[in-house]
């Protein structure tokens, strides 16, 4: 069992930067493929960014590629997503998940999830 807690989000304006960070609570961090998902009111959740154990592999969403980045620090057990040039249609619950899969883009690939945290970008 993993248990996921993140934490950064909040409320900032268009342009702004922000930092989320997920902390997991299990002894082999290291061998999780971790992602992070958002999903904004009325819509489907939506793959974000997600790195390999190794933190060499890396895959993103197409709308949010360029501006986000994806990293992991696994002597401290924790992942962040470092988000650049933020715009109001970020908006969203941001989720961060764990999961075993190389490749896991889909909500499906991942069987551990946090609770969200919310990031609202005003224009």
């Known amino acids: 069992q993993v248990q996921l807690v993140e934490s950064g989000g909040g409320l900032v304006q268009a342009g702004d930067s922000l930092r989320l960070s997920c902390a997991a609570s299990?002894?082999?961090?290291?061998?999780?493929?971790m992602g992070w998902f958002r999903q904004a009111p009325g819509k489907e959740r939506e793959f974000v960014a997600a790195?390999?154990?190794?933190?060499?592999?890396?895959d993103y969403g197409d709308s949010v590629k360029g501006r986000f980045t994806i990293s992991r620090d696994n002597a401290k057990n924790t992942v962040y997503l470092q988000m650049n040039s933020l715009k109001p249609e970020d908006t969203a619950v941001y989720y961060c998940?764990?999961?075993?899969?190389?490749?896991?883009?889909?909500?499906?690939?991942?069987?551990?999830w946090g609770q969200g945290t919310q990031v609202t970008v005003s224009s």
């Open positions: 998940a764990a999961g075993s899969l190389w490749r896991a883009i889909e909500t499906y690939d991942y069987p551990y």
């Open positions: 299990t002894r082999t961090f290291s061998s999780y493929t």
């Open positions: 790195i390999r154990w190794s933190a060499a592999a890396t």
